[in-house]
């Protein structure tokens, strides 16, 4: 394995399975293995569980699971993961990581489209979404649908895990280096510090007004392995700008808005979308915030794609404005150029996209 700083390609990430980093009893699904990540699989088992915890020092995922435990599903056959409930799964991959290789997870872009909230768990962890370098262990994730009910089995894939040696963040002066070079994002005002800042669209001027959607209550069961099955208006409520370019959001409720600007992720590099400063506004903006290489790029049938904004407003109403700031993408360097690139060569579903619900949906 390449000591090579950056994050970990497709082929590495096969590369370390072969080698025993990466364990599981059963081989990889034939479209796991992204250009950046790895998708993880739900295990058999789903325990129902009093409260979310981190387990610290000392402690074990299972250990702390007895202590809350409810009572535990077989998911073999599938099983419905209600609304507001926390469920612990333990994931069908195990890790024995090399000293030096460290990783991070993030819900899959269709799992945060469905405001389904997760994250892993390590043994002895003391941060969610966290697996320090060298870990050795079993992976759990913590899943609770906040909007509709979720019909999961064995295999299904909420979560996925980027690896990575080093330090592989730009400083300030290689996003505006790379951003001159490569264009990251497509707006002439576009604000380059600590990453690239992305704002929020509500005149819907490409979509006949068409700024987004609020969910429905009180819905039927989203089945997560099944693609354009479900009718959109059985599930969300379509929003239109009526000429204001400003949009209130209801506490509790979920929305799913597009940035304005193009986004474009270059070959040699990865992205994320890091949590928003909580000083700007009362809501939370992506639960998803992985973005291949790829994304959005000419020569993978992108051309710049939006970026599709999973948003929750927190205790209180909250308002937003046409083109006000809502997050920034981080740009991480690739340890090497992934063979297949996010979109065109995968089929993969958000390419070129602009406001889009989970592929779950029939699209209009």
Same mark, same amino acid.
């Given at each position: 394995m390449t000591?090579?700083t950056?994050?970990y390609?497709a082929? /590495?990430?096969?590369q /370390?399975h072969?080698? #025993?980093?990466i364990?599981s009893?059963?081989p990889?699904d034939?479209?796991?293995?992204q250009?950046a990540s790895l998708?993880l699989?739900l295990?058999?088992?789903?325990?129902?569980?009093?409260?979310?915890?981190?387990?610290g020092p000392k402690?074990s995922v /299972?250990?702390?699971i007895e202590?809350?435990?409810?009572?535990?599903?077989?998911l073999?056959d599938?099983?419905?993961?209600e609304?507001?409930?926390?469920?612990i799964?333990p994931?069908?991959e195990e890790l024995a990581?090399p $000293?030096?290789?460290?990783a991070?997870?993030?819900?899959?872009s269709s799992t945060?489209?469905?405001?389904?909230f997760t994250?892993v768990?390590t043994d $002895?962890?003391?941060a969610f979404?966290?697996?320090?370098?060298g870990?050795k262990?079993k992976?759990?994730l913590?899943?609770?649908?906040r909007?509709?009910?979720?019909?999961?089995?064995?295999g299904s894939r909420?979560?996925q895990?980027r690896f990575?040696?080093?330090?592989?963040?730009?400083s300030?002066a290689?996003h505006k *280096?790379l951003?001159a070079?490569e264009?990251?994002?497509?707006?002439?005002?576009a604000i380059?510090?600590?990453? +690239?800042s992305?704002?929020?669209?509500?005149?819907?001027?490409d979509?006949? #007004?068409?700024i987004?959607y609020?969910?429905?209550?009180?819905t039927?069961?989203v089945?997560?392995?099944?693609?354009? %099955?479900?009718d959109?208006l059985?599930f969300? &409520?379509?929003l239109?700008d009526?000429g204001t370019?400003?949009?209130?959001l209801?506490?509790? $409720?979920f929305?799913?808005?597009?940035?304005?600007? %193009? +986004?474009? +992720?270059?070959?040699?590099?990865?992205?994320e979308?890091v949590?928003?400063?909580?000083l700007?506004? $009362?809501?939370?903006?992506?639960?998803?915030?992985?973005?291949?290489?790829g994304?959005?790029?000419?020569g993978a049938? #992108?051309? #710049?794609?939006?970026? +599709?904004? *999973?948003?929750?407003s927190?205790e209180?109403?909250?308002?937003? *404005?046409h083109?006000?700031t809502i997050?920034?993408?981080?740009?991480?360097? /690739?340890? &090497?150029?992934?063979?297949?690139?996010?979109g %065109?060569d995968?089929?993969?579903n958000?390419?070129?996209q602009h406001?889009?619900?989970s592929?779950?949906f029939?699209?209009?």
């Open positions: 000591s090579a950056g994050i390609s082929r /590495m990430i096969n /370390m072969q080698d #025993g980093a364990i009893a059963q990889f034939a479209d796991q293995v250009p998708d699989r295990g058999t088992i789903a325990y129902r569980v009093r409260a979310s915890f981190l387990p402690t /299972m250990k702390r202590d809350l435990k409810l009572h535990q599903i077989n073999g599938g099983a419905v993961l609304r507001g409930c926390v469920y799964v994931l069908m990581l $000293e030096g290789v460290s991070t997870t993030n819900p899959k945060g489209r469905l405001d389904i994250r768990i $002895e962890g003391r979404d966290t697996v320090p370098a870990y262990g992976l759990y913590e899943i609770s649908p909007t509709f009910p979720a019909l999961v089995r064995q909420l979560s895990i990575r040696s080093g330090d592989s963040r730009l300030v290689e *280096e951003h070079k264009t990251l994002v497509f707006d002439d005002d380059v510090e600590q990453g +690239v992305l704002s929020i669209d509500l005149l819907g001027s979509r006949g #007004g068409l987004g609020r969910s429905k209550r009180h039927a069961v089945d997560v392995d099944k693609k354009a %099955a479900l959109i059985d969300w &409520e379509p239109h009526r370019g400003e949009l209130i209801d506490p509790d $409720e929305y799913i808005l597009v940035s304005r600007e %193009a +986004v474009h +992720v270059p070959p040699d590099y990865a992205a979308m949590p928003f400063d909580p700007v506004g $009362e809501f939370r903006v992506h639960y998803a915030g992985f973005f291949d290489p994304f959005g790029h000419a049938a #992108g051309a #710049g794609s939006r970026a +599709v904004l *999973e948003v929750r927190r209180v109403p909250f308002l937003v *404005e083109g006000q997050g920034r993408l981080v740009y991480e360097r /690739m340890a &090497e150029r992934p063979d297949n690139l996010y %065109a995968l089929g993969s958000y390419q070129g406001l889009k619900l592929k779950h029939k699209q209009n």
